[in-house]
């Protein structure tokens, strides 16, 4: 079993910026990729970054130069920093992470999600 713990969604004024966390924990072998997704109103779900385990990053065009995604392997965890924020990243952004579990099972996980609002 592993689990997604998101933290630093929010509200914030076009132009700002916001951090987002996300820490995987549980029965982990292996992360061989982690990242986060977002989903707005009426849309699909999309990517907006991830890495893999090898330091491999990938963005979304509409967020190159503007995001960046870190990760810090021996905590688990992945930092999406945020900058010059849109009214169109308004959106639930979910964290995901894919790899095996201590008994070398494929997972595939999601975090509960959390709120970016970019309004003024």
């Known amino acids: 079993q592993v689990q997604l713990v998101e933290s630093g969604g929010g509200l914030v004024q076009p132009g700002g910026s916001l951090t987002l966390i996300c820490e995987a924990s549980?029965?982990?072998?292996?992360?061989?990729?982690m990242g986060w997704y977002r989903q707005a109103p009426g849309k699909e779900r999309e990517l907006v970054a991830v890495?893999?385990?090898?330091?491999?990053?990938n963005y979304a065009g509409s967020v190159k130069g503007r995001f960046t995604l870190s990760r810090v392997n021996a905590m688990n965890t992945v930092y999406l920093e945020m900058k010059s924020l849109k009214p169109e990243d308004t959106a639930v952004y979910y964290c995901n992470a894919r790899g095996y579990t201590s008994d070398f099972k494929v997972y595939d996980a999601w975090g509960q999600g959390t709120q970016v609002t970019v309004s003024s």
């Open positions: 890495v893999t385990s090898g330091g491999t990053s």
């Open positions: 549980g029965s982990i072998f292996s992360i061989n990729a």
